[in-house]
T-cell receptor, first 112, second 114 residues
Framework: QQQVKQSPQSLIVQKGGISIINCAYENTAFDYFPWYQQFPGKGPALLIAIRPDVSEKKEGRFTISFNKSAKQFSLHIMDSQPGDSATYFCAARGGGADGLTFGKGTHLIIQP | SAVISQKPSRDICQRGTSLTIQCQVDSQVTMMFWYRQQPGQSLTLIATANQGSEATYESGFVIDKFPISRPNLTFSTLTVSNMSPEDSSIYLC???????????FGPGTRLTVT
């Protein structure tokens, strides 16, 4: 049973555009929702995270939108740049577990 | 954030052998985790390793196959035992930063079993 569903699997965005990646979760006990960025040959790097008591969090060009009633959250990358081309993973933590449950990932390509 | 190193960075091993992966953190942390990332896939939690207690394994992972040690607050090892080609993956350790739930990952160990 996949507890965190991520879409799209791949995404191509023009430079300067907005990249949007969506995730949905099933376990209402999740209480922490991070996003990770991974470049080939590297470990995932924490980008931004949110708790369910807020609906939005912004850090620079990265914004998380959170909809608790719909059990959905999304990552918005504003003014997307070629250097943002990477694989992005959403994740969730909670429900008695300390580790993270990851989505399947989105391969993002920013075209110059 | 914590600085995490892993050794080896990559290895090619024969089936039936075992490999021990080391994870070193530059600060003391309570919670450490081991994940597996199969080629082109997502990350799957193998186990949680807290100092002073037995590791807690996720469904589908057993101690006989993936024994873990956590001798102190800055170090852990994961052994992949009796390897088969299906064990070819990237193995990553991560640590949790105090009370924030933030998890930071090491660079990973790329394992190929032939």
């Amino acid at each position: 049973q996949q507890q965190v569903k991520q879409s799209p699997q791949s995404l191509i965005v023009q430079k300067g555009g907005i990249s949007i990646i969506n995730c949905a979760y099933e376990n209402t006990a999740f209480d922490y929702f991070p996003w990770y960025q991974q470049f080939p040959g590297k470990g995932p790097a924490l980008l931004i995270a949110i708790r369910p008591d807020v609906s939005e969090k912004k850090e620079g060009r990265f914004t998380i939108s959170f909809n608790k009633s719909a059990k959905q959250f999304s990552l918005h990358i504003m003014d997307s740049q070629p250097g943002d081309s990477a694989t992005y993973f959403c994740a969730a933590r909670g429900g008695g577990a300390d580790g993270l449950t990851f989505g399947k990932g989105t391969h993002l390509i920013i075209q110059p | 954030s914590a600085v995490i190193s892993q050794k080896p960075s990559r290895d090619i091993c024969q089936r039936g052998t075992s490999l021990t992966i080391q994870c070193q953190v530059d600060s003391q942390v309570t919670m450490m985790f081991w994940y597996r990332q199969q080629p082109g896939q997502s990350l799957t939690l193998i186990a949680t390793a807290n100092q002073g207690s037995e590791a807690t394994y996720e469904s589908g992972f057993v101690i006989d196959k993936f024994p873990i040690s956590r001798p102190n607050l800055t170090f852990s090892t994961l052994t992949v035992s009796n390897m088969s080609p299906e064990d070819s993956s990237i193995y990553l350790c991560s640590v949790e930063g105090g009370q924030t739930y933030e998890q930071y990952f090491g660079p990973g160990t790329r394992l190929t079993v032939t």
